[in-house]
Every structure is written in structure tokens, then in C-alpha cells.
């Protein structure tokens, strides 16, 4: 049975919208044991490190080493992917898949079809900012943030009314229709907003919303179940997030897919979603360097340097959770997200 070892690069659990990270990076590969020590053999020999886990930091600090790992003639083309999330986008896309979605879903209309819900995402992240002003616009979706997460460490949560107060002065300054549209569309949440409060308090030990690891673990599990067409099962470096009823939820979620899903998520072959310690396992050490390599490339492309993200280009998933059109072109050599 197919092994996927993965790692993650900048997650920070819930905390999206005000995260040190603006990218999470998630590596993957279907190296065996013997190839995996390889690879980190030749990582040390080639920057002259001698940590017994070798980091992405000292790779990427090395151009020649990147090119060599990521080269045609390297070792890991074709057996590595990496998903990138966006977490700017991933949050407004959840204030669609939490709120305007159930909302639809209620109603009888599936967002999910057509494409619907992510255009309505895009949207609302390619031109809330603009229209509503930076300040408006971050109030929004770190209030939004602190409502909807499962727990908060610092400070206390968001309320419903305050959620909804902020959505009343953001549709009240709007001025780009596509925008206030999609406002109106919220303000009419404020039950389903309700009733995700009760959700969460009265099942927490459910799988956080709002995780973007759990997203890119999601999308991971699609693009390998493609590749290989056999079942297969995720190895994945220990997460405290990665609770035995988040994994089961998962890897459940993944087998059975809601009937919503289906024609754009068909059920995976998917066996386990296995956590080790990667200080042991050299597959998750590779993974963990993908992914911090991925990373790398994704916050330069946001900051206008495209010099990474062509390297890196081969092996950035399609379908990572991103909306900003001109650095996706450059990540992923496709004119747009989902097109």
C-alpha cells in the first residue's frame, strides 16, 4: 500500500486572521525510508549541515541546493507535491462555506455546483479590501475569526452581535455592488451564525473550521488519490491539532464525501491518516523541507520576487487554496485558479 509522508509549514492552528504567516505550506512525498535518507544525506553534504533534522531554513538560504533538489534530474520530481493556502483567502472563503453556503443550503440552492461558493470567494477577496478600506475589511475578518473559532487562548470571543454589527457597517460603506451583494448575503446569516455557536460548544471535539492544515491535509489526500488510483494512507508529523476524532472525522469525510460534494469531491481510497515523529522518520524530514520550501516561494511571489515560485513551479498542487491571479500564474503555470 502507498505511504504519503507529509509536513506542514507555517500553521498556526485558528489563528488566521491575525497569523505571523500569511502562507501555510503543505509537503508531501512518496519517498520509501532508504530514498528518504538519501535525500537527507545529500542535503547535509551539500550545506555542510550537521543537525540531526535538517530545516528548510538552511535549504532555502542555498539556491544551488534548492535547484538541485528540485531539478528534473533531482530526486523528488514526481514524487512530491506541494499546497499552498493562502490564509487571507481561506478565511473569506470561510465566511462563504459558513455562512452564506448554509444559508443557500436552507433554501434549497447548492453553492457547491457550478462552482458557485469559490467565484462568490473570489470575489469577495479580490475586491472587499478595495472596496471597504483596509481598516473596515481587517476589523471584519478578525471579528469574523474570533466568532467562528473553536477556542480562543487570548481575549475573549467574538459575539454574534458584534459579527454582525461590523457586517452592517461594512454593507453600509460598500460601494462595489458584487460586494455589498455579497454582504446583504451575510447579513441575512445571523441564525445560522446562531446555531454554529451551539454546534461548536455543545461537539468540541469536532475538526476546527477554521484550520487551514486541515484543508491542505484534505487536498493533499485528493491530488495523491489521483496520482496513485490505489488506496493509500497519509504518514504525517505529529500535530496537537491532528486529534484521533479529528483524524477519524478526516479520513471519514474523505471515504464518504456529503452528496453536496460529490461531482466536484468523489470519495478517496484513503486508509489512515498515521502520525509519527519526524525526528525518527526521514520521509516527514523531506516532506517537512518540501514544505518549507514551498512556503519560501509563496510569500516572495506575494512580496512581487517570482524567482522561487518558477523553481518551485513543478511541484505546486493546482487546486492549493489561493485567489490573487498573477502570483497564482507564476506558482502554478495556470492562468487562474480553477481554471
Not at 32 to 37: F, N, P, Q, R
Not at 149 to 177: I, L, N, P, W, Y
Not at 299 to 327: C, H, M, N, Q
Request: hydrophobic content about 40%; glycine content about 6%; some cysteine.
Amino acid at each position: 500500500m502507498l505511504q504519503v509522508a507529509c509536513d506542514e509549514s507555517g500553521a498556526e492552528g485558528e489563528n488566521v486572521a491575525m497569523s505571523h504567516h500569511r502562507v501555510l505550506s503543505h509537503g508531501s512525498v512518496d519517498l520509501t525510508i532508504g530514498e528518504a535518507g538519501a535525500v537527507m544525506a545529500e542535503l547535509r553534504e551539500r550545506t555542510g549541515s550537521r543537525a540531526r533534522e535538517l530545516k528548510s531554513d538552511a535549504i532555502v538560504s542555498r539556491p544551488h541546493v534548492v535547484e538541485w533538489l528540485l531539478s528534473d534530474a533531482g530526486p523528488l520530481l514526481g514524487r512530491a507535491e506541494i499546497v499552498l493556502v493562502d490564509k487571507q483567502y481561506f478565511l473569506v472563503a470561510k465566511v462563504v462555506d459558513l455562512l452564506i453556503e448554509e444559508l443557500a443550503h436552507s433554501r434549497g440552492e447548492n453553492l457547491y455546483a457550478g462552482d458557485k461558493a469559490r467565484r462568490m470567494a473570489w470575489a469577495l477577496f479580490r475586491e472587499g479590501k478595495r472596496d471597504l478600506g483596509e481598516e473596515l475589511w481587517t476589523e471584519m475578518l478578525q471579528v469574523f475569526n474570533s466568532l467562528m473559532r473553536m477556542k480562543q487562548r487570548k481575549g475573549t470571543k467574538a459575539t454574534v452581535d458584534e459579527f454582525f454589527d461590523v457586517v452592517e457597517r461594512a454593507h453600509r460603506r460598500s460601494r462595489r455592488r458584487a460586494v455589498s451583494d455579497l454582504l446583504a448575503k451575510v447579513a441575512a446569516t445571523r441564525t445560522h451564525a446562531d446555531e454554529f455557536q451551539r454546534f461548536i460548544i455543545e461537539n468540541p471535539q469536532v475538526s476546527p473550521s477554521l484550520d487551514p492544515l486541515v484543508a491542505a491535509i484534505t487536498v493533499t489526500a485528493r491530488s495523491w488519490a489521483g496520482r496513485s488510483r490505489r488506496a493509500f494512507e497519509l504518514l504525517h508529523d505529529e500535530q496537537a491539532m491532528l486529534t484521533p476524532s479529528c483524524v477519524e472525522e478526516t479520513v471519514s469525510t474523505l471515504r464518504r464525501p456529503p452528496r453536496e460534494f460529490l461531482l466536484l469531491a468523489p470519495p478517496v481510497q484513503i486508509r489512515d491518516i498515521v502520525l509519527a515523529d519526524s525526528r525518527t522518520d526521514e520521509r516527514i524530514q523531506v516532506a517537512d523541507v518540501v514544505a518549507g520550501v514551498g512556503r519560501w516561494a509563496g510569500l516572495a511571489s506575494l512580496e512581487g520576487d517570482y524567482g522561487p515560485a518558477k523553481v518551485v513551479r513543478p511541484f505546486i498542487s493546482r487546486e492549493s487554496l489561493w485567489a490573487d491571479i498573477p502570483t497564482f500564474r507564476v506558482l502554478t503555470g495556470r492562468k487562474e485558479p480553477g481554471g
